[in-house]
């Protein structure tokens, strides 16, 4: 065999055995190594271009078009190799990544309001249903408007059975944690008189209230909402009427009240308020100590001495007032035993009053 045929019969078994690794190959690594061993500049075409040197001068550039061609034919196949295998290293992360979008998502665990909290929120949309302006007052409070204003003078036993908490002093006038909501009364008063002159107004105030106390049935913080009205002729007829539709509405049934005479040093005339028991329709069971009766409230009608406190004439405007215990509320309509599990966080029975 000739020189010149000997070196094509080379290029021709280089260039097939290159195809056949260039399809072969899996990887685009691989191909790019089997770029650099057939193209590159020590590759197997430029070994064989070396032999060109032993051809006589006018054979060579016929074994350098050879090598030309064979170059772009390995070239183009080796473009083809890689598109090909890109294309398929893609399909495989498309399915390797690939999400079932129909799959249902994780849903997450969703909070509730506190019993006490929705019990607080449910009483005071009752009111405000009823017409009466949602106020708020400050939880410390100074003397004069958790008992002076309220008629409870300063040797007065009523201040005493408070079981007061006071507050570490930072002025000369003592500060305490407010015993109950009624002073809200004397500052709602105050600012709806500075605002609109005079009566009528009717106002429910919402609040956190602190005494020093812990049993079954007492906790040192509870909640209180106060109510009150003041008008021309405000009677304790529309006191028991307020108190029938709220106590009603509260407990989704007709409920029977009963006034029971008490002294209250805020209200004059007083009273105490009882439910017919929910549990029993009257009959007499463990919860209401067989008398048929539980109480729920405090009442009456405000004194003339707390009105002149704010300076409404009490010839001409009389008013209504009551403030009752929310947790006892919503301990009798949930069927809850003791006041405690309100304040123990104990997550079972949050997640039980929660839904
Ligand atoms: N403030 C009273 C208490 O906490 C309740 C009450 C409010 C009584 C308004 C009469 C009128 O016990």
């Not at 209401?288 to 409404?312: A, F, Q, R, Y």
Request: proline share 6%; aromatic share 8%; charged share 25%.
């Amino acid at each position: 065999m000739s020189e010149i045929d000997s070196l094509k019969a080379q290029l021709e078994t280089l260039q097939s055995e290159a195809l056949a690794a260039f399809s072969a190959a899996i990887d685009l690594v691989s191909l790019q190594q089997m770029r650099v061993n057939y193209l590159g500049k020590k590759g197997a075409l430029t070994e064989v271009l070396k032999g060109v040197g032993k051809l006589p001068p006018q054979e060579r550039p016929v074994i350098g078009q050879y090598v030309n061609q064979s170059k772009s034919v390995l070239s183009a196949a080796l473009d083809i190799a890689e598109a090909g295998l890109a294309v398929a290293a893609k399909a495989e992360r498309v399915e390797a990544e690939r999400i079932d979008v129909t799959l249902p998502g994780r849903v997450g665990a969703t909070g509730a309001l506190h019993p006490v909290q929705r019990g607080l929120d449910e009483m005071t949309a009752i009111f405000s249903q009823m017409g009466f302006a949602v106020a708020e007052g400050p939880e410390i409070e100074n003397e004069f408007h958790n008992f002076d204003a309220l008629n409870i003078p300063p040797e007065h036993p009523a201040r005493a059975m408070h079981d007061t908490f006071f507050v570490e002093q930072m002025g000369d006038e003592p500060m305490l944690l407010r015993t109950h909501t009624s002073p809200v009364q004397i500052r709602a008063m105050k600012r709806f008189l500075a605002e609109s002159g005079e009566p009528p107004l009717a106002v429910v105030a919402p609040g956190r209230v602190y005494r020093c106390d812990y049993d079954v049935t007492h906790s040192p913080m509870f909640h209180q909402v106060e109510v009150f009205k003041v008008d021309r002729d405000v009677s304790m007829a529309h006191l028991k009427g307020v108190l029938k539709h709220f106590l009603s509405t509260y407990f989704e049934k007709e409920v029977s009240i009963r006034l029971r005479p008490h002294y209250f040093p805020f209200t004059e005339p007083s009273a105490e308020v009882d439910i017919g028991c929910v549990f029993c329709a009257g009959k007499g069971c463990r919860i209401c100590k067989n008398s048929g009766w539980i109480e729920v409230l405090g009442s009456g009608m405000i004194h003339p001495n707390v009105l002149k406190s704010v300076g409404i004439d009490s010839d001409e405007f009389s008013g209504f007032a009551f403030g009752l215990g929310v947790e006892r509320l919503v301990m009798l309509k949930q069927g809850i035993p003791d006041l405690r599990m309100f304040f123990e966080n104990d997550v079972r029975f949050l997640r039980r009053m929660g839904s």
